[in-house]
């Protein structure tokens, strides 16, 4: 476990390296990050799924990259996680609305409920946790960083995206298997946002106590 952690953080320093090379400020590269991904937007309303899933990984990839770089040029500050978190939430948001065009033209198959329903509650549930966390320190209920930190939860973005882009591929073959993935993580995101909302509501019982 500690080497795994050391080849990623040498990996890190070496994509920091290179790409620091191209005289892009870190905040730059995490803008970059929303082309590829409206285009891949795009890709999604037309039904082309495999062109989508490499363009929303060529993001990813892009999204890596701002942090190797302010980390070896030593340009880490606050506006830069900031300006990360608000643009890694409109790649997302970008991906969910593309596939809610994907299902309705392409997809047949339906799960429990219409197909349209599942993407606005995958949103939500993807949006909310942040929420629910950013709410409770504004608020002052959790004030302590630390134990912002504890909240956790049961699936977070790096499990959503893994999820959705397994999705994704499976779906090249079978365009119906996408619509499992999305009320899966529907399911799985908003049982999260519940989780740290219970965290909050008995992290304040406790002071209380």
Do not use: C
Not at 74 to 100: H, N, Q
């Amino acid at each position: 476990m500690i080497k795994a952690k050391f080849d990623t953080e040498r990996i890190s320093v070496k994509l920091g390296i290179f790409f620091s090379q191209f005289g892009l400020s870190p905040n730059t590269w995490t803008i970059l990050a929303l082309i590829p991904a409206f285009f891949g937007f795009l890709s999604l309303y037309s039904g082309d799924i495999a062109s989508s899933l490499l363009l929303f990984l060529i993001s990813g990839a892009i999204d890596a990259i701002d942090g190797s770089v302010a980390r070896v040029t030593r340009s880490v500050t606050p506006l830069g996680a900031f300006l990360d978190g608000i643009i890694d939430r409109y790649v997302e948001i970008m991906l969910y609305l593309g596939l809610l065009f994907y299902i309705s033209n392409i997809v047949n198959a339906e799960f429990l409920i219409p197909n349209y329903v599942w993407i606005p509650l995958l949103i939500s549930g993807a949006l909310m946790p942040t929420y629910v966390r950013a709410y409770a320190d504004h608020r002052n209920v959790i004030n302590n960083q630390r134990d912002l930190k504890k909240m956790g939860g049961l699936i977070e973005r790096p499990e959503r995206l893994f999820i959705m882009y397994i999705g994704m591929f499976l779906s090249i073959f079978d365009p119906n298997y996408i619509i499992y993935f999305v009320a899966s993580l529907a399911i799985l995101t908003n049982f999260t946002a519940i989780q740290r909302i219970w965290f909050v509501i008995n992290y304040k019982k406790g002071k209380k106590d």
